[in-house]
């Protein structure tokens, strides 16, 4: 089929500037209306234009006139931060985590609530949409404050334009419409993603990869992906489903992997092949301090307590660490080889442990990187570690909304009865490229 695009119309070309119009208050210092005519090249009754329907709906507010050496002061801009708010969720092997933000995602509450592995996917459901709808009593106290939506980011195999998860090997979850299932009891916008996608956004928008085109974000949790950043887009590949880099083979005979496959880099470097170096070491009789810590659940090591013993000395733990950071810097150098990106970003939980991984992950990649692009290539953590997925999950909200503002041309109500949502036009199909 012929590929379909939008025609330049009067409606698109208001929308494009309008969205031009919100990153530069995003991102800048406050502005006046010429600096933003200056910067975007629009011309000042365009943009005076933009800026009043936009701080009629809310977006954007005045806060003061500028310093002047002369003539007449210019009243500044900014992006209103109690615009409204957005539901950033996690769902990861045992752990939901949700933040609410506001519009210039700062984290106004959050929660996070553990599950049983063994649950079945609908309790876990159950469990989320009760974590969300306390959220949204939460935001219900903040002066009505709207919600423009929900981001999820989840591991596995993700169909964006249906918010369907297809696969996840760690929780065995298959063909899980969680749109659907979310969205019918919230009656909101639902946006997902993989975790890593999730995630490289949340770090291109907040993070270490602001102002990035060509980046790879490597997360690290139960299991491990890749989110791809090429030519300022993520790169979804034919099917949506690229960046699996965590299913690669680094090593035929390795273990297996729940994907079915032997020696995945996910099986090598992940939070999980940590843990079970630790585990296999105590079994075969070495001391270690995590065997006090861990009483609880010997078989639940966190990887808080695995960092506390490694500053502490512990031999077995810093040994394990060390392997670890040996397979992941073998697969960055992989990437960096393949991508030639600029940046690659570590985050998810494993990166907790960067002090004692990041030396052996730089070491290596130093070792097995190709000169050229090792040099054009930075390895940093992620700036939001353990929370890289959560806030990923606020950006793809947020992405929406910055790339294709179409507001409801009804001025948002300020009724308690009105819907949360009222006052922008979100749709839900896949987000188009970064800003």
């Known amino acids: 089929m012929p590929r379909q695009f939008r025609t330049g119309d009067q409606a698109f070309v208001r ?18 209306r010429a600096d933003l005519a200056a910067i975007t090249g ?8 933009l800026v009043d329907e936009l701080i009629a709906h809310g977006f954007a507010r005045e ?9 007449r002061r210019a009243v500044l801009l900014e992006l209103a931060a109690d615009a409204g708010c957005i539901l950033g969720v996690e769902i990861s092997v045992g752990c939901l985590n949700v933040v609410l933000t506001d519009f210039r995602a700062a984290i106004l509450w959050r929660q996070q609530v553990q599950y049983d592995k063994s649950e079945d996917v609908g309790c876990v459901i159950r469990k989320l949409t009760a974590l969300l709808q306390r959220a949204v009593r939460n935001l219900r106290q903040r002066n009505g404050l709207r919600l423009f939506g929900v981001g999820i980011g989840i591991p596995g195999l993700v169909d964006v334009a249906s918010g369907t998860l297809i696969f996840e090997p760690n929780m065995g979850w298959r063909d899980v419409p969680l749109r659907q299932r979310i969205g019918a009891k919230l009656d909101v916008p639902v946006f997902i993603d993989n975790d890593a996608n999730a995630a490289a956004l949340g770090e291109r928008y907040f993070g270490a990869a602001q102002d990035v085109d060509d980046f790879v974000y490597v997360v690290a949790n139960i299991g491990l992906g890749t989110g791809l950043v090429m030519g300022g887009h993520i790169f979804q590949g034919a099917s949506g489903y690229a960046g699996e880099a965590g299913h690669t083979t680094i090593d035929p005979d390795g273990p297996l992997c729940r994907c079915g496959n032997h020696g995945c880099w996910e099986r090598l470097a992940s939070q999980r092949a940590l843990v079970e170096r630790v585990q296999k070491a105590i079994q075969a009789g ?35 660490l ?31 442990a960067d002090e004692f991984l990041m030396p052996v992950v730089r070491q290596v990649v130093l070792e097995r990187a190709m000169s050229g692009p090792r040099e054009a290539a930075q390895v940093v953590v992620s700036t939001f570690k353990s929370d890289a997925c959560v806030m990923g999950g606020v ?3 947020l992405h929406e909304i910055l790339s294709r503002p179409r507001l409801d041309l009804s001025l948002p109500s300020q009724s308690n009865d009105a819907p949360i949502w009222q006052g922008l036009a979100l749709s839900t199909r896949p987000v188009g490229p970064l800003s």
């Open 15 to 32: 929308e494009l500037n309008r969205s031009i119009i919100l990153n530069q208050l995003r991102t800048g210092s406050p502005l006046s």
């Open 395 to 397: 950006a793809l909200v």
């Open 42 to 49: 629009l011309n000042k009754t365009t943009v005076s234009s």
């Open 286 to 320: 070495q001391p270690s301090s995590i065997e006090d810590m861990a009483k609880h659940d010997p078989g639940q090591i966190t990887i808080q307590e695995i960092v506390e013993a490694a500053r502490g000395g512990d031999a077995v733990v810093r040994r394990a």
């Open 63 to 71: 806060i003061g006139r500028n310093t002047s050496a002369g003539g």
């Open 322 to 352: 060390e392997e670890t950071g040996l397979y992941l810097g073998i697969g960055i150098a992989n990437l960096i080889n393949t991508f030639n990106p600029s940046l690659v970003a570590f985050g998810g939980a494993l990166s907790l």
